[in-house]
T-cell receptor
Framework: DTGVSQDPRHKITKRGQNVTFRCDPI?????LYWYRQTLGQGPEFLTY????????KSRLLSDRFSAERPKGSFSTLEIQRTEQGDSAMYLC?????????FGPGTRLTVL | GIQVEQSPPDLILQEGANSTLRCNFS?????LQWFHQNPWGQLINLFY???GTKQNGRLSATTVATERYSLLYISSSQTTDSGVYFC?????????????FGKGTKLSVIP
């Protein structure tokens, strides 16, 4: 089963606040990705985990962003000091036989 | 990096009509996937098709990797087919095998 859950589904926050999102693949998957999607665009790669190791980060991932996958299962993405430009859909994907399957996403609105 | 272009950007169809969506990419790829994004933002896997032809019900896809394009065919369209269709590729030179998405084709099927 390649199901992926994400929590929360929606988050509204004020500029300057910190937020944390969680991604849970239903079964064990070595590879896990985070993407960000803004209105009218396709998703863009943010970062990649192989088990618990974060192996690549996009230049989109500023110093205010941090991601972890402590036990190689679930992953968290934290944004510190949120800005209005961080408003987007944040998507998590797990990989099964080279095919990526996405969770429902967390829609972040920064006021 | 690799460029992914989808056409047309918008498409309006009468229910029952057929359509062809195109995806061009600028470099060699290891993987190509087609997704349908529903109104709630969920990316639904349609095809994993790095090469060749596949069919699933009213949908079929063809990828000609040597000529750097893929086509998604929708036959006998239904209103439930409405949404945004994304093509996404894994560039052969991408060490982390992340997907690069096009901007999508927004399909509207009217009764």
């Amino acid at each position: 089963d390649t199901g992926v859950s994400q929590d929360p589904r929606h988050k509204i926050t004020k500029r300057g606040q910190n937020v944390t999102f969680r991604c849970d693949p239903i079964s064990e998957h070595n590879r896990l990705y985070w993407y960000r999607q803004t209105l009218g665009q396709g998703p863009e790669f943010l970062t990649y985990f192989q088990n618990e190791a974060q192996l690549e980060k996009s230049r989109l991932l500023s110093d205010r962003f941090s991601a972890e996958r402590p036990k190689g299962s679930f992953s968290t993405l934290e944004i510190q000091r949120t800005e209005q430009g961080d408003s987007a859909m944040y998507l998590c994907a797990a990989v099964d036989y080279n095919e990526q399957f996405f969770g429902p996403g967390t829609r972040l609105t920064v006021l | 990096g690799i460029q992914v272009e989808q056409s047309p950007p918008d498409l309006i169809l009468q229910e029952g009509a057929n359509s062809t969506l195109r995806c061009n990419f600028s470099d060699s790829v290891n993987n190509l996937q087609w997704f349908h994004q529903n109104p709630w933002g969920q990316l639904i896997n349609l095809f994993y098709i790095p090469s060749g032809t596949k069919q699933n019900g009213r949908l079929s896809a063809t990828t000609v990797a040597t000529e750097r394009y893929s086509l998604l065919y929708i036959s006998s369209s239904q209103t439930t087919d409405s949404g945004v269709y994304f093509c996404a590729v894994v560039y052969s030179g991408a060490g982390s095998y992340q997907l690069t998405f096009g901007k999508g084709t927004k399909l509207s099927v009217i009764p």
